[in-house]
């Protein structure tokens, strides 16, 4: 199976930061990867598909990047709302795999 | 508008069997791939299983192969796994999610529903 690895696992931030997250997976996975937001208490939101493709819906702030092993996940403003836990996944295989998490606090 | 919703979630002792089901609604179900997630208490995300739309494939994670089934009635609307010689690290919410058509990332999610395994 293709693993995914997120980092950092934690991260500390404050309202208009700019914020970046990456995921590597253990093998190339071209651009099939996606990344999803999750509050407390709530399912999964999807944000970016295909690496860098917004989801219909979400804000321009979200941006995604990279291909092969190495993607990112960028919030250009951090807002109240983004407070939250993100996963990417991989769906280069039909055995999907999601990273860690990353979960964004407050400063 | 697109809903998923899951149901049939519990307590049940190690060894014991649960069924789940999730109705859906708002699209053309027979026309897409569904899959089980699940995220156990505090932890990630978890795939569990696949059944594409005619049910013709079916994919599932190694911790779950040979003692979870997927199925899909498109008369019913209506995903389903059955959950077979449960163990306490299979205690998680479940979510029923519905893959994009013809890709394998997850569009929209229901609410999901909790199993606890536990005597």
């Known amino acids: 199976d293709i693993q995914m690895t997120q980092s950092p696992s934690t991260l500390s931030a404050s309202v208009g930061d700019r914020v970046t997250i990456t995921c590597r997976a253990s093998q190339s996975i071209s651009s099939w990867l996606a990344w999803y937001q999750q509050k407390p208490g709530k399912a999964p939101k999807l944000l970016i598909y295909k690496a860098s493709s917004l989801e219909s819906g979400v804000p321009s702030r979200f941006s995604g990047s990279g291909s092969g092993t190495e993607f990112t996940l960028t919030i250009s403003s951090l807002q109240p709302d983004d407070f939250a836990t993100y996963y990417c996944?991989?769906?280069?295989?039909?055995?999907?795999?999601f990273g860690g998490g990353t979960k964004v606090e407050i400063k | 508008e697109v809903q998923l919703v899951e149901s049939g979630g519990g307590l049940v002792k190690p060894g014991g069997s649960l069924r789940l089901s999730c109705a859906a609604s708002?699209?053309?179900?027979?026309?897409?791939?569904m899959n089980w997630v699940r995220q156990a208490p505090g932890k990630g995300l978890e795939w569990v299983s696949s059944?594409?739309?005619?049910?013709?494939?079916?994919y599932y994670a190694d911790s779950v192969k040979g003692r979870f089934t997927i199925s899909r009635d498109n008369a019913k609307n209506s995903l389903y796994l059955q959950m077979n010689s449960l163990r306490a690290e299979d205690t998680a919410v479940y979510y029923c999610?519905?893959?994009?058509?013809?890709?394998?990332?997850?569009?929209?999610w229901g609410q999901g529903t909790l199993v606890t395994v536990s005597s």
């Open positions: 996944q991989q769906y280069n295989s039909y055995s999907r795999t």
């Open positions: 999610a519905r893959d994009q058509m013809a890709t394998n990332y997850f569009d929209y």
């Open positions: 059944i594409s739309s005619s049910s013709s494939y079916i």
């Open positions: 708002g699209f053309t179900f027979s026309s897409y791939s």
